[in-house]
């Protein structure tokens, strides 16, 4: 199995699990904030993916964000079981299972299933950004003024002008703002041109990489913008992210 293919199936079926678990009921823990959440589902639907990768690519490395850390040759995939906890707990039908595979010297390629909608979004450097097997249009350049932004900013981080205030210059300059809580949705959204931008401080690799390939598979830019001591993840058509670029540069 090619591994588009491979990451597209592990992405639904981790997907599916998740919801299969949220209906017969789930116990739930606490990270780092009553906020942030992980559930037996995130654990159950980490584990299927990656005892499949380690059976079908085991010379890879894989990361997940619910602990899996195993060392590979050069490739490393990133899995994220259940994008969007606090949605999925809470009956928010926004979250997905996410999927990437990075390689040195190369563009990664992603998968993201969102299973309230049943759709499947797939894109790498050698595959054009895919909605359910069918090639959606490339992103056109359009100023950050005519497009919608995606963002957060965890209530806790409010204080700090360091994060605030690019956030806010970049907010000032789109049409409007959305902040759906599951990143990857949001990155799928902006690859189908659902959503116009994204701009996300400090993005954790499993959080970033599936979406940023589909944005970069579909014509667009997915970048990471030192903005002090903050990393910025940007993402959407090339002359929104650019215009982003600025603006939180300041």
């Known amino acids: 199995m090619q591994d588009l293919a491979l990451a597209a199936a592990l992405v639904r079926d981790a997907g599916d699990l998740a919801a299969r678990m949220l209906r017969d009921g789930l116990t739930v823990e606490h990270k780092t904030s009553v906020s942030d959440v992980v ?26 964000e619910e602990g899996t850390s195993d060392a590979g040759d050069a490739r490393t995939w990133y899995v994220d079981p259940v994008d969007g906890t606090y949605n999925f707990l809470s009956g928010i039908p926004v979250w997905c299972s996410a999927l990437a595979l990075t390689a040195p010297g190369a563009q990664p390629l992603g998968a993201v299933y969102q299973p309230s909608t049943g759709e499947l979004w797939t894109g790498g450097p050698d595959d054009p950004t895919a909605l359910d097997g069918q090639p959606l249009p490339q992103l056109a350049d359009r100023p950050l003024a005519d497009v919608s ?17 690019p956030l806010l210059r970049a907010m000032q300059g789109a049409a409007t703002v959305r902040m759906l809580g599951s990143g990857s949705v949001e990155l799928a959204y902006v690859a189908s041109g659902r959503l116009g931008a994204s701009a996300q401080a400090n993005s954790l690799p499993w959080d970033w990489l599936p979406g940023a390939a589909l944005v970069s598979a579909a014509g667009g830019a997915a970048e990471v913008v030192q903005v002090g001591a903050h990393r910025w993840h940007i993402a959407g058509n090339r002359r929104a992210v650019a215009e982003l670029r600025e603006l939180l540069t300041g």
């Not at 654990?43 to 010379?59: C, F, K, S």
């Not at 932004?149 to 205030?165: E, F, G, M, N, Q």
């Open 149 to 165: 932004l995606a963002t957060y900013l965890h209530p806790t981080t409010l204080p700090d002008d360091a994060l605030r205030r």
């Open 39 to 64: 559930s037996a589902a995130d654990h159950a639907a980490e584990e299927l993916v990656v005892t499949r990768l380690r059976a079908e690519r085991p010379a890879d490395g894989i990361v997940g």
